[in-house]
């Protein structure tokens, strides 16, 4: 999908050469990179911000609107649409920081600049997230409607009619949301407000945030004298934390207000061109040892649950001054056939770097499944250079097989392997990208097996690649297991992240972590049932709920790297100005909807959709649809008149409810154990033939953009009835497309001679 994204957009920059932009105006052509993108075409079309783009599927209707060019008659259509970006007038950012968590919204406004004034075009907004990015909301303004996104239950989104097109509502990739608003007119003014959420990175001791801003110089108005106004603004409130201390920004931000644990930033500008960098900005703590606090606060009204709500949480510190654990390592990898190409390579390497890593005193070992299990030792090895070797040569020999995706075994068997372990943390690591008919079998057996394994008990790590394995499986398993869940759909980020995922792991500086408070008070919910570890390369955010009084002083305790125990006190303080129901919905939702799927929990569910429609975060119980408002039917009903429907005379149609359009599903699902059975391979499609309007588009994409006045094709003819031997192919390829289609006509070129 991404790579047809792309080539749209680069085939509507080539078709945006049409557009005359006035006497003394430039006009809009493609962008010329230096040389050729070494992250690829794909990449290098990507929207690296928020974008808005003109979806043409005819390009006769491809002018200024307010200065008609009289262009050449152009013949054929494009399939698929070509997508050229709007111009943009304006942008202001606004971010909120609570914690490792940012709340982000982006006003701008774009100009439908190359359709003709007398005709109308889709418009496809491209949101671009940061890390483990949330859609929250769109907002779009035109002068006679508005849109905007809303949640709805399952339920309720079966009695709406209207269905949404998979490109018209939709992740592209999981950090791109695209929407499409229907027949804008040409020369609009488009006003759009972009929410999402998305997440901080942590690295010893600092938080940096990262915002998609780079615009492309293509979307730059083309008429100098327009303003351009950019805007900042940024407030941070870290919670508890004192001491802050600002480190890096990626743009001139002014300090507009600090004070304690809170501070605001702001940068505006007229400027000439649009932002070129991301923005970010790095803020670090004071303390250097690992401490931690609890914040409370009671619900907002509008939530279904009342209960007050806490939030317990544990920061390494600036310094790694703590001994590492010494770590027994276990790693399990699906090798059935889905997992050919990209996806196992990408394990492969991912796997071979992080026993790199492993200290000689560490121990490891390998598994690999599909229908059957294969053990590259029969038991425990330490990792010496020389074992570490023969284990990258026996991994690089394990190619796919065909067979099923049996979990249950391979998991036990590293479990057994791991059950006597003294004096270390025992770890295992499960890369699958299938789902199983016993995961709540499985999660029932590891639940009781750990549970009676004491102390230091085998932490469960879980990696899921792609749509077709259950996500909360894997997402439970390691709550079960006290470790991390990750996943990605994107399959160039499989091995980044897979590191990362063994990184934060053997990074633990805190196990066995328990809170005082939480098992002798039968009146506080936690929602995860076993504490993670605390990595050096992660903050650990404990969230839940309580009834009545929550306890004056609060301890947490937990096991070093030298198997020492420590006690830390949790200061508690009331949050006053942290929407702590915002900042803590994504996780709630997850673990809460890991929860529902493992018991059934029909009760789970439906609080689980409550919590995602009155915060707007997406989930597996809700549906995202599209809202459209007539502002001329609002304007009726204020001045009282009543809107009567012709097919039932006793009917009275409310002027102000909304048209709804369900979008497609959003939420990633319970797995697919057809496509597992079937060994499709994550984002496997199957390949589509070209039909004859694709040929032509491709045709017309070759040309080097001159266009003769007298000639009614799209392509480049030198004058006096003479081709250079590009056109003579562009023709032939145009000429033999039209024969498929049967649209043939007669063509006089220039000069009035034929055939030339």
Not at 253 to 259: A, D, F, G, P, S
Not at 394 to 412: A, D, Q, R
Not at 445 to 454: D, I, P, T, Y
Not at 656 to 669: E, F, N, W
Request: charged letters at 20%; glycine letters at 6%; a neutral charge.
């Amino acid at each position: 999908m991404a790579e047809d994204f792309a080539k749209a957009v680069e085939d509507g920059l080539k078709l945006a050469k049409r557009i005359y932009l006035g006497k003394d105006k430039a006009v809009m052509t493609a962008p010329k990179p230096p040389s050729p993108p070494v992250q690829g075409l794909a990449d290098y079309y990507l929207p690296s911000a928020p974008m808005v783009y003109a979806v043409i599927s005819d390009p006769r209707f491809v002018d200024n609107p307010d200065f008609p060019s009289y262009q050449p008659h152009v013949y054929g259509r494009c399939d698929p649409p070509a997508l050229i970006p709007l111009q943009m007038s304006g942008v202001d950012l606004e971010v909120n920081c609570y914690g490792d968590t940012a709340f982000v919204q982006i006003s701008g406004k774009w100009r439908v600049h190359c359709v003709m004034g007398s005709h109308s075009c889709d418009c496809r907004i491209a949101v671009p997230m940061g890390n483990q990015g949330s859609i929250l909301g769109v907002e779009v303004d035109l002068p006679k409607k508005s849109y905007s996104t809303e949640l709805v239950g399952l339920e309720e989104s079966k009695c709406i009619e209207k269905k949404a097109r998979p490109q018209d509502g939709g992740f592209m990739k999981p950090h791109i949301f695209m929407l499409t608003i229907p027949q804008v007119d040409g020369g609009t003014n488009i006003s759009i407000k972009l929410r999402w959420s998305q997440k901080l990175l942590y690295n010893g001791g600092q938080f940096t945030l990262i915002v998609p801003f780079s615009f492309p110089e293509y979307v730059t108005p083309a008429v100098r004298k327009i303003s351009k106004k950019e805007k900042i603004q940024l407030n941070v409130n870290s919670g508890i934390v004192t001491g802050i201390l600002c480190k890096a920004t990626s743009h001139p931000l002014k300090e507009t207000k600090r004070h304690a644990e809170k501070f605001s930033f702001l940068y505006e500008s007229e400027v000439l061109t649009w932002s070129k960098t991301d923005f970010s900005f790095t803020y670090s703590v004071s303390s250097s040892n690992m401490f931690g606090g609890v914040l409370l606060q009671s619900p907002p009204l509008y939530d279904h649950d009342q209960r007050d709500m806490f939030c317990v949480y544990l920061l390494p510190g600036s310094q790694k001054s703590t001994e590492v654990f010494k770590k027994e390592v276990v790693f399990v990898i699906d090798i059935t056939n889905s997992m050919q190409g990209r996806p196992l390579e990408a394990t492969k390497n991912a796997i071979s770097s992080a026993m790199s890593k492993l200290s000689p005193e560490d121990s490891f070992n390998i598994i690999t499944f599909s229908s059957e299990t294969s053990l590259f030792s029969t038991s425990m090895e330490l990792a010496s250079k020389e074992a570490i070797e023969r284990a990258t040569t026996w991994l690089s020999t394990k190619s796919t097989v065909e067979g099923s995706t049996f979990i249950s075994i391979p998991l036990e068997h590293a479990y057994e392997m791991l059950s006597n372990t003294s004096g270390s943390i025992p770890m295992i690591f499960l890369i699958t990208d299938g789902a199983v008919e016993d995961e709540r079998n499985i999660s029932d057996q590891m639940k009781k097996r750990l549970k009676n394994s004491g102390s230091l008990c085998p932490r469960i790590h879980t990696f899921g690649i792609g749509s077709f394995c259950n996500h909360y499986f894997l997402r439970m398993l390691a709550m079960i297991g006290r470790g991390e869940f990750d996943a990605v759909c994107d399959l160039d980020l499989i091995e980044n992240r897979i590191q990362k995922l063994f990184s934060n792991a053997f990074s633990t500086v805190l196990a066995d972590i328990t809170v005082d408070a939480f098992n002798d008070h039968e009146q506080i919910e936690v929602y995860s049932s076993c504490i993670p570890d605390l990595s050096f390369e992660s903050p650990l955010t404990i969230c839940g709920r309580y009834e009545g009084s929550f306890p004056d002083t609060l301890k947490a305790k937990g096991i070093l790297g030298d198997l020492s125990s420590v006690v830390m006190d949790l200061k508690i303080v009331r949050a006053k100005d942290i929407p702590l129901d915002r900042v803590l919905a994504r996780q709630e939702i997850d673990l809460l909807t890991a929860q529902a799927w493992l018991s059934e929990n029909k009760q789970l569910e439906q609080k689980v959709a409550q919590l995602s429609k009155v915060t707007c975060n997406i989930s597996e119980y809700t549906r995202m649809v599209l809202l459209e408002k007539n502002k001329i039917d609002k304007a009726i009903e204020s001045s009282g008149a009543q809107k009567v429907k012709k097919t039932d005379p006793h009917k009275i149609e409310d002027p102000l409810a909304p048209r709804k359009t369900l979008l497609q599903s959003l939420s990633v699902g319970f797995g697919d154990l057809t496509a597992t059975a079937e060994n499709i391979r994550p984002g496997f499609e199957e390949p589509k033939l070209p039909d004859a309007a694709e040929i032509f588009l491709k045709a017309t994409s070759n040309c080097c953009g001159r266009m003769c006045n007298r000639c009614c094709c799209m392509c480049c003819i030198q004058c006096c009835s003479k081709m250079n031997d590009q056109c003579a192919i562009v023709l032939t390829q145009i000429f033999t497309a039209l024969a498929f289609i049967g649209c043939i006509e007669c063509c006089t070129l220039c000069c009035g001679q034929n055939g030339q």
